[in-house]
């Protein structure tokens, strides 16, 4: 992936497309990473809470710790299904990447082809002689009245 985005790049100027692509998998790269920051730190929060439920001793701090229990355990679910719904989106990113990447490949590949095919037709002509074509007498009569 690190390869086409690198190939991507250097072709931004391109295609606006290239751009957008470049700008999508950047992006979806930056919300999975901070994600994993949520996630992280609020299992970690689970786990505090967990602990404060279990060495909780009155009915009042059980139930207090157990409300704080759900609530953090409601906010890691939200978050986890916000990562998968940015995974997703970055798997998107990355075949509109790809796709691009192809497409620019085949069409370079087209150009050379094409460039080459110019190039020997216009090695053959600049190899062959050149023609005189000598205009009549009644053609050059013909001009210099219209003129």
Do not use: C, H, W
């Not at 992936?1 to 957008?20: G, W």
């Not at 110019?118 to 050149?130: G, I, Q, R, V």
């Amino acid at each position: 992936m690190e390869m086409i985005t690198e190939a991507l790049q250097a072709d931004i100027d391109v295609s606006a497309s290239n751009k957008r692509a470049l700008t999508r998998v950047v992006t979806a790269e930056k919300e999975i990473a901070r994600l994993d920051k949520l996630i992280a730190s609020n299992s970690e929060r689970v786990n505090k809470a967990r602990q404060a439920f279990s060495n909780a001793k009155t009915p009042a701090s059980k139930e207090k710790a157990k409300t704080r229990l759900s609530e953090a355990q409601a906010k890691l679910k939200e978050i986890k299904a916000e990562r998968t719904a940015a995974a997703t989106e970055q798997r998107k990113a990355g075949r509109l990447a790809k796709g691009l990447y192809k497409a620019l490949q085949t069409a370079r590949a087209k150009m050379i082809k094409d460039f080459e095919k110019t190039a020997k037709a216009l090695e053959k002509a600049a190899d062959t002689k050149t023609r005189r074509r000598r205009r009549s007498s009644k053609k050059k009569a013909a001009q210099a009245a219209a003129e």
